[in-house]
């Protein structure tokens, strides 16, 4: 648990198991706007295996979410080389009320043997946040952060009354290195949610940010509920990111409802 600090370093590179826990397997939280402006950046998580064991496949469930970030900001949840193995748990990563975080790298639902675990709820859920990042990392103009996102028993990546989000460069459904499909209900799910980016990004031509390999999941791949000025292209959806192997999802590649301006 970590309230009103910054700059720790949760992880490193053993890592720590982290599992058994009567609530969250992380939980951060600033909720003091002076000690928020002290600090001025966050904490880091990484390499940590949470709700799965040391002997690869081992399941040391906690009660709650694996990681918390509760009215926080410029946290860093995993890099492109130093992943947390999140599942066993109700949400992988949860962030409410926040800003500016950073959820990267990071193989949520699976174990490091890389069988599917799953997570009960979602694999990513945001609510009530702005400027938060799902497999982009803050600066980089290399998109090589995605986050594995698969067995989740509501949405990949859940986004609920929330503005500029990013989320690009993910695997949500399946295992890119085996290409087995590990479903979440929907791949992608937009609620209320406006100015959010969903796959690829261009400035002047130049690629920023890739676009998503969103397939094997149960539902729809995108869906989109009310919001507007979401932006949803470069993605794979149905196929791999080789852009040949079939990996169907089980509803519509993109669903948009109550929307405009999309």
Known sequence: FVENAGANWIGGDRGNDIGAAHDAGVYITMTDPAEWALWGYGNRVYSNRIGVATNLSGVVTNAGDGVVLYYCGKNWIGDAHHPNWIANGKNGVKSMGCLSNDISGNRIGMAPDGTIHG??????????????????????????????????????VYVFDSDHIGVAGNAIGHDPQTLVAGPNENGVYLSLSSNCLIGLHKVSMISVFDGNTIAGNRHHGVYVGGGFSNWIGGNCIGVASNGQTVIPNGGSGVYLEHSVGN
């Open 119 to 156: 997570n009960d709820d979602n694999g990513v859920y945001i609510g009530y946040s702005r400027n938060e990042e799902v497999g982009i990392t803050s600066g980089s103009t290399q998109n090589d952060a995605g986050n594995v996102i698969v067995g989740s028993g509501q949405q990949g």
